[in-house]
Each structure stands twice: as C-alpha cells, then as structure tokens.
C-alpha cells in the first residue's frame, strides 16, 4: 500500500482548472485527466508516480442542479478515453469545481467515485479560484485518501 | 468471433494491467464473460453478486451503449470493440 499519493500538474494546467471553474461558476466545472501513472509502464516497479499533461473539459449534464452536481455522460467518458490514446495517454482522473464550497469531497462524491483515479476539486469562491485538493477513494469505498498535489512550474508536454 | 474488450483505468490493477483483451465471443454478454475469466479478479467491479451489470458500468459495443440494443445479449463479429465505460459523476451537496 501506498503511504502517500502525489499528483504531479504543470502550474499552466493547474490554472486551466481554475479558470474553468471560474468561466462555469456559480454551476460546477467538470473534465478529465489525461497524464501517465509510472504503475502502467513496462518494468514498473516501487511506488508510483502520477502526473497530469492534459486536460480534457467537459460540460456538465447536470442541467437541473448544476451548482452542486456534476455528471458526464459515457459518450463523454469514450471520448476523453479515445483523446487520451490519441496523445499516448490516459485518463488518469477528473476534475469538477466546488462553486462557493470547500475543496473537499462530499458524501455525493464518495459515492460516485471509483478507486483508483485522482479527482481534483477546485474551490471557486465569488467566481474566483481558490484551493485546489486532490483525492484518491480507497480499494472500501468508504474514505478518501487525499494526494498532494505538486505544481510544476513548466509547460505541458 | 475475435473481440477486443477495452479496459478503464481503475479497472486495469485487477486485470495484470491490461487495457485492453482480446477474447472469443458471440455476444457482448460472452466477451465480458470471457475476459472475467481470463481476470477473476474482475469479475466483482463489473457486476453484482447475482450477475447483474453493476450500475455505475456501461458497456458500449463500438460507439453504441449496449443498453439501446439487446444489451449482453447484442451479437458481435469479428474486430468489434467491446469498451467498458465507467459512469462519472459527484458535486458539493452531501444530500
């Protein structure tokens, strides 16, 4: 088992993340991951490293609550997969934001997860971004384990 | 006939991370079959204890979600894709 999880983001990516929020606030943002898990690759060994190198934005579906849910539909859901092999990537997470509430996972969240990706949250307080957490549900189901985040501050490759 | 299944991501730690296999099949219903015995460990994540699809796993046969067709037991043919597509979904209220 892994003691700590971290995700690694280029500091350009990590606004796209916010500036998203921004754009849909008051109503959620929502979008997925697409990066590389070292866990996937030939030979893999030790513990893992995550990192981010594109984003793929999606609307929000959620037409009749969409400041406090957030939904994608499965085509949605092939068609990052499909952008994510077009790169030579994979989705590694999701990302949605939290109009004028804390980064942090709600019960609605846990029960919509799946072990295994990231999902960041972004705060968006007033329409501005504020915190970014990322979070990891456990193999249970039952809690997150939260990942720390590592802002990097060059380009996506 | 000789299928491909694509796998999710986070179904990838119980499939020797695989994504994607190749499996023999007439139906989708039997692709899934097929490459739950190739992955036993799969089998749990994708339907529930009394084999039902769980809830929170489309299956799409090429770019058609099989629940508009004859769902598990929609026919496939050779070089079809099999995809599972795991359903997304959360938001800040807890109720």
């Known amino acids: ?157 | 006939m000789a299928v491909k299944v694509i796998i999710p991501t986070p179904l990838r730690v119980y499939a020797a991370k695989k994504d994607s296999a190749e499996v023999s099949a007439q139906t989708v219903g039997e692709a899934l079959g097929g490459l739950t015995t190739q992955f036993a460990d799969l089998r749990k994540h994708l339907f529930t204890d009394d084999g039902k699809l769980r809830s929170f796993v489309n299956v799409y046969l090429n770019d058609e979600d099989i629940r508009y067709m004859a769902k598990e037991a929609t026919p496939v043919k050779d070089g079809d894709v099999v995809s599972i597509v795991p359903s997304i979904a959360g938001g800040c209220a807890s109720a």
């Open chain 1, 1 to 157: 088992m892994v003691d700590e999880f971290q995700l690694n983001i280029g500091y350009e990516l990590a606004e796209r993340i916010g500036n998203h929020g921004a754009e849909t606030f008051p109503h959620e943002c929502c979008g997925a991951l697409l990066g590389r898990d070292s866990a996937f690759e030939e030979n893999a060994g030790g513990a893992s490293s995550r990192e981010v190198l594109e984003l793929f934005p999606l609307v929000n579906r959620r037409d009749d609550s969409p400041r406090n849910r957030f939904a994608v539909t499965a085509e949605d859901v092939l068609e990052a997969e499909k952008a994510a092999r077009k790169h030579g990537l994979d989705v590694i997470g999701w990302y949605h934001s939290h109009p004028d509430h804390p980064a942090r996972p709600s019960q609605f969240d846990r029960e919509h997860a799946w072990p295994w990706y990231s999902y960041i949250i972004v705060s968006v307080l007033s329409g501005k971004p504020a915190d970014m957490t990322s979070w990891r549900l456990n193999d249970d189901r039952q809690d997150y384990t939260p990942e720390r985040i590592e802002i990097r501050n060059r380009a996506a490759v």
